[in-house]
Structures are given as C-alpha cells and as structure tokens.
C-alpha cells in the first residue's frame, strides 16, 4: 500500500499532447493523470454498445480542462474511468506515476480519498444531514479535522459560494440550484489533488454557473489541481485550459491551451486553507448530528 501513497515520480511523458504555440516546453511536462487506449462497453453479444473506445487523455496539474460532446457520447463514462470509479474493459490509467487499475479496491478508495473530489449531476448529499454537516463530514473523515476547524472551513466554504444563509437547511429544503452548490462546495473544501465534475452547471443559472466555474479554475490555477469536467455548457470554453470533444465513443478534436477570458466580474477570494494532513478516522453521522445540536 505504501507505493500506492509515493505516487510521487512522474512517467517519462513521452506520450504528452504538444500545444501548438510551445511543443518543447509541452513534450517535458508530464501528465499528472493518464488515461491510455481506454474501451469500455456495456451489455452482451447483439445488444453490446462500446462507450468508450481506444481513447488517450494526458490531464496535467494547473490546467482546467472541459471534455464536450453530445449526450451518449461516452463522456461521463471516460470521466468515470479516467477517475478510478469504474474499471475498464481494457487500456490504462496512471494517476502520479503508476498505474492505477494494478491496485486493489481498497487503496484505490484511500487514493481517491485521499486524492480526489467528484462533483455529480445527482448532487449525491446525504438526506439527514445539512449543508454545513455534508462538508464537516468530508473533513472530519476524510482529514480527522477537528470539529471547530471542520466547522470553521466549511461555513468559510459555504460562505464564498452564497449559501451562508442556508448551512443549516437540509436537501430536501434546497433548491436544485443550492444542493448543485452544496455538492460543489462539497468536492471544493478538502483542496483535492484531481476534481472531476460531470455538469457542474446544469442546474445553475448563469450567475452561480460563472463562480463556479472561476473557482474550479482557481482550484486549477491558485491551488494546483488537476480539474475535468464534463460539460455542455459553451459558455465554459473561454474559462478552459484544453477543451477536448467527443463522438460515439472517441475524441475527435483538441484545442488548447486557450487563454481564458476569466472574471468579467471580479471572482471570490481564495480561501486561506492549509495542506490537510491525511489521517482517516471513522466518524458516524449520528455522532456528527449530536454534535451539531449541542
């Protein structure tokens, strides 16, 4: 399990995507997170359909990058295996180095525990617990933060995202637009190494759409994060590193880098939050809620 957590040194890079503009300096840098020749495919003889065919995709860290294309065109599957949640049919993933799918189901959880956020169409939030509650438990479990400092992050995190007002609400009293917050501010509070959003926008209205998006290109460009997303939405192409489309299972195009024309309104503050140190522990929603009500 130790090498699982000394993903440290980088592959030789040799099969890094070269930017047009600077291929020298684009050939040295080596990709933090690397899908190669992935295919997946889902159901049996007649009626089996490839999702995902024979694509590459180098993602590297300081860049945001969006992956396009119409609806059942394999994105939201290539982002699952690209991200260590769903096992491909064949192909590889190296995530800091190593290949990730030679790694057994428990490191590959502490990786991405460790490792990872998920932002999901679904928004995924626990039903019994509030706003505030969903991001002390990611703290408290995920780092071993202490109540007061779980407490402070994420009402510093609900804050810059609007939601001060309503930290103590639950899902089933929040809009869609809110709990797509929530989930956003959720994946943002732990400052992941990778963040992968599938839709982060789709239940925004453009306002909330755009400070989403400026912080995901913060966490990209101010924190270092290596951030995918999966998007429709054409609005978000300016604000991108790479912009990567997809049709029937393959990427068809690439462009990138771009520079992005970012904060037509001024974007929120970095928050002042410190490297966790990872140390898991165990902490049961029941104790979370007593907490909060004492």
Not at 18 to 36: D, F, I, N, T
Not at 152 to 160: G, I, N, V, Y
Request: with cysteine.
């Amino acid at each position: 399990m130790s090498r699982l957590f000394h993903w440290l040194a980088g592959s030789s890079g040799e099969n890094a995507r070269q930017a047009p503009s600077s291929p020298s300096l684009e050939s040295q840098r080596v990709p933090a997170l690397h899908g190669k020749e992935l295919a997946k495919g889902f159901g049996q003889g007649e009626t089996r359909t490839l999702a995902v065919q024979d694509v590459s995709l180098p993602l590297h860290k300081n860049e945001l990058t969006l992956l396009m294309g119409p609806s059942g065109s394999g994105k939201s599957t290539l982002l699952a295996l690209i991200s260590g949640l769903l096992r491909p049919d064949a192909g590889q993933v190296h995530a800091l180095g190593e290949e990730m799918w030679t790694h057994s189901n428990v490191e590959l959880e502490r990786f991405r525990l460790k490792h990872c956020s998920y932002i999901f169409q679904g928004c995924n939030l626990f039903p019994a617990l509030t706003a505030r509650q969903q991001l002390e438990l990611v703290l408290r479990w995920g780092e071993g933060a202490s109540h007061s400092a779980a407490r402070e992050r994420s009402t510093a995190m609900l804050t810059q995202l609007g939601l001060a007002k309503k930290s103590h609400l639950r899902p089933a009293q929040l809009s869609g637009g809110e709990k797509q917050r929530v989930a956003i501010a959720r994946a943002l509070v732990k400052e992941p190494s990778f963040l992968f959003a599938d839709e982060p926008t789709s239940a925004l209205d453009w306002d909330n759409g755009q400070q989403v998006i400026d912080m995901l290109h913060q966490a990209a460009h101010e924190r270092g994060a290596m951030v995918l997303v999966v998007t429709h939405d054409s609005r978000l192409i300016p604000y991108a590193d790479r912009v990567h489309h997809m049709e029937d299972g393959r990427l068809v195009s690439e462009a990138g880098p771009t520079q992005p024309v970012l904060h037509q309104q001024s974007a929120p503050p970095a928050l002042p939050l410190t490297k966790p140190v990872f140390q898991p522990r165990r902490v049961s929603v029941q104790a979370l809620l007593q907490e909060a009500s004492a």
